[in-house]
């Protein structure tokens, strides 16, 4: 395979320093033509970093770049589209008051003797959509009205018009559903057959060995290696990425399960679910199974003061509960910890130590006893557990990897000690170790006697940490399966 051989890009000695933290240390990076090539490593290790160095965002302390056989030096996004590259951002940064042709065209835009021609910009977006096979976006719609899921379709329909050379493509699948990520597979092989190099990062070990040629693998800062994916598999990859061994994933000790904890009956939401009932138990890890859009997340937040309701109770061991806003749930003993990092969970200007106890300092200084010590205290026991990756519990929460700040989210919930923790896509960019401390907490949980909601588009983990499973789909609740009725299959049908 002679495409094979071409180097179209080589990143030699790439050196990157942050305040406090290494992020890269001389990696190494040789993609080929016409390949897909993987960047695996934890949380923390470096790969969004690496890529933003390729798009001109950060500038390498050390190391060069060459891009079909010429040192370049990128020194910025415009310089990196200039040269054929082009990038799916791991946190997406549409422009929201835009339409979503504007924002596909942002940097090509259409225009006649300086006027944009907005009709052609539609039909052209139009076209993208068709071509892509992307079904439901209406083009002129501000990206400020689409789900995630649309807004992902969205950026990677941009950087597929962009023709560009070099595609990188930062946790792509993060928040699209399966019937997605095949059409997205789809689009990844078409293009690869026309020789461009895409670099694709993920924590979903099946894509990987689905979709990869090649991967390479960093860990902490350090360049670990380069292979063709097929002399891979998953446990000897994740053994490069971590460094150590790991347990089986889904190794569980159900809860025994007891009363009704919480009880929601013929919840009416508009444009969501007209009348969903359901039972949580004690000690019972319930999961909430469907496609993306079927209005698990409105569900979850209509119940939890986030989204206005039209009817339905609320009941919570028997006692009726009036829930108007977040402050009345969390006091409620609800936690939500939401799929929307950027919206609902954090302060990015902020410091862990800060945003993990925000929530829980409200609830205290209702009381008036807010604890500063006590705070820092459990911060560092947190971000010691879910082994978030950082200098100092001081570090802002903007500068950790994506991964990192996904858990800190879910540190900050937890420190609410709650009855009933619902946890939105918790383990969404988070890489295969913190994946099963994040299992073991929900285990706790279970056992201590609470009530844990999940909603997951990952069926395997749904599968592996539920003892339950509702199926829902347009907003209505399909089914209830437990014990051996917990298949992909089954699930499948009933979404259906
Ligand atoms: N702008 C920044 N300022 C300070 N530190 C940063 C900045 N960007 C990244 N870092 C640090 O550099 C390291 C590497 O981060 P990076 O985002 O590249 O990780 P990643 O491999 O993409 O992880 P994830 O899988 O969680 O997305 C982390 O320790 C992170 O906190
Ligand atoms: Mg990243």
């Not at 694709?200 to 991967?215: A, T, V």
């Not at 039972?279 to 989204?307: C, D, P, Q």
Request: glycine share 10%; with cysteine.
């Amino acid at each position: 395979m002679t495409m094979m051989e071409e180097k179209l890009l080589v990143m030699r000695g790439i050196t990157k320093e942050f305040p406090g933290v290494k992020a890269l240390d001389h990696v190494e990076l040789q993609l080929a033509k016409g390949t897909v090539h993987a960047l695996m490593g934890e949380n923390g290790a470096g790969k969004s970093t690496l890529m933003k160095i390729l798009m001109g965002i950060y500038q390498p302390d050390d190391g060069e770049i060459i891009l079909n056989g010429q040192k370049v030096k990128i020194e910025s996004p415009k310089r990196a589209h200039k040269l054929g590259i082009s990038m799916i951002h791991q946190e997406l940064m549409p422009i929201l008051d835009m339409s979503v042709a504007d924002n596909i065209f942002l940097y090509d835009y259409p225009a006649r003797k300086g006027i944009v021609q907005k009709s052609v910009l539609y039909q052209k977006t139009e076209a993208l959509f068709r071509d892509l096979g992307i079904e439901g976006i209406d083009s002129k719609a501000f990206m400020k009205e689409l789900s995630q899921a649309q807004m992902q379709m969205v950026e990677i329909a941009k950087a597929v018009s962009a023709k560009a050379d070099v595609i990188i493509m930062d946790e792509p699948t993060s928040a699209i559903s399966d019937h997605e990520v095949e059409n997205l597979f789809r689009i990844i092989r078409t293009l690869r057959a026309k020789g461009v190099g895409i670099l694709y990062i993920s924590h979903k070990m099946e894509e990987i060995f689905k979709i990869s040629d090649f991967i390479t693998v960093l860990r902490d800062g350090q360049y670990i290696g380069s292979a063709p994916s097929i002399e891979l598999d998953q446990e000897k990859l994740v053994s490069l990425m971590v460094g150590r061994e790991l347990k089986s994933i889904y190794d569980r000790h159900p809860a025994v399960t007891g009363e009704v904890m919480l009880e929601v009956r013929h919840l009416k939401c508009k444009g969501v679910c007209e009348d969903v009932s359901f039972k949580l138990h004690k000690g019972e890890v319930l999961g909430f199974a469907g496609l993306v859009g079927a209005g698990r997340t409105e569900i979850m937040e209509a119940i939890f003061g986030l989204r206005k309701r039209q009817g339905g109770e609320i009941i919570k061991e028997g006692k009726k509960l009036d829930i108007r806003s977040v402050r009345d749930a969390i006091n409620h003993g609800l936690a939500l910890a939401s799929e929307d990092r950027k919206r609902f969970g954090l302060f990015l200007d902020l410091p862990i130590s800060y945003n993990i106890s925000i929530s829980w300092l409200n609830n205290l200084a209702k009381v008036g006893i807010v604890n500063r010590g006590n705070e820092k205290e459990q911060a560092y026991k947190f971000s010691k557990d879910l082994r978030i990756k950082s200098s100092s519990i001081k570090t802002k929460v903007g500068k950790l990897s994506g991964g990192n700040q996904q858990k800190v989210v879910l540190a900050k919930w937890l420190l609410t000690k709650p009855d009933i923790l619902i946890l939105d896509e918790p383990t969404r960019g988070i890489d295969i170790g913190a994946k099963q401390e994040i299992y073991t907490l929900i285990e706790q949980m279970a056992h201590e006697g609470k009530g844990v909601i999940v909603i997951s588009s990952e069926m395997p983990e749904l599968i592996g940490i539920s003892d339950r499973i509702i199926t829902v789909h347009e907003g209505v609740i399909k089914g209830s399966l437990t014990g051996k009725e917990i298949t992909q299959e089954r699930i499948m049908m009933d979404l259906g």
